[in-house]
Structure formats: C-alpha cells, structure tokens
C-alpha cells in the first residue's frame, strides 16, 4: 500500500524554525512530484511548495518564499521543508502529496495529487 508520513511539527516561538519530513512507504519518491500543503482552522487547504523528481523543478508560494526551503536526501528517498523565520499565520497542519510525473511550474493543485499522508501540526506562538 502506498503511503506517505510526515513528521517534525510541534509548536514554535514566532521567529523560530521546524524541519518538516515527508517519507514515502510501499513506493518510491521517483518520478513524483511531492508538494506540501497546509490548512490553518477555518480556512481552505493551500499550497505551500513543491519539489518535483522529473525535473528537480521546485515551487514555493508567495507567502513562504524566501523562509521556507525544499531539500531532498535522495538516499533516504526523503523530503525535507526546512521552515525559518515562522510567524503565527503559519499555525496550521501541513500536509505532504504525491503526483506521479508532476511537475513544479507553478501554483499546486490539490486535485492532481494522488498520495496524500496524514499530516502534522504546526503551532506557532506570539
């Protein structure tokens, strides 16, 4: 069964940083677009970045570029967000997908993600 797994949320002084890990099971990162995604309560799931296999292309929204950073330990076939500079609007559950022969050109769509895990929480403090 293919399944994803994130880890390394918890809760964070504004300012502070998280390492966020995004581990696929029962298949390989290869040939996969992996995004992540978050949803604060109350709102609507966006798209935070994404790291594409195919291409090594990458894509970050406006509201993270520059504080957040994807990386890859291919030997692990792991994906890292290295998250810095965290404010309070960043409080939400973070979610990694997988598209299979995705690509990052721009903006991610939910629905184009077939492999989803389950989440991890993000709390970041005032």
């Known amino acids: 069964q293919l399944q994803l797994a994130e880890s390394g949320g918890g809760l964070v002084q504004a300012g502070g940083s998280l390492r966020l890990t995004c581990a696929g099971s029962?298949?390989?990162?290869?040939?996969?677009?992996i995004a992540w995604f978050r949803q604060a309560p109350g709102k609507e799931r966006e798209g935070v970045s994404c790291f594409s296999r195919l291409d090594d292309s990458t894509w970050y929204s406006d509201s993270v570029k520059g504080r957040f950073t994807l990386s890859m330990d291919r030997s692990k076939d792991t994906l890292f967000l290295q998250m810095n500079n965290l404010r309070p609007e960043d409080t939400a559950v973070y979610y990694c997908?997988?598209?299979?022969?995705?690509?990052?050109?721009?903006?991610?769509?939910?629905?184009?993600?077939?492999?989803w895990g389950q989440g991890t929480q993000v709390t970041v403090s005032s």
């Open positions: 997908a997988a598209d299979a022969w995705g690509k990052c050109g721009g903006p991610v769509r939910q629905i184009e993600y077939e492999y």
């Open positions: 029962g298949f390989t990162l290869n040939n996969y677009a």
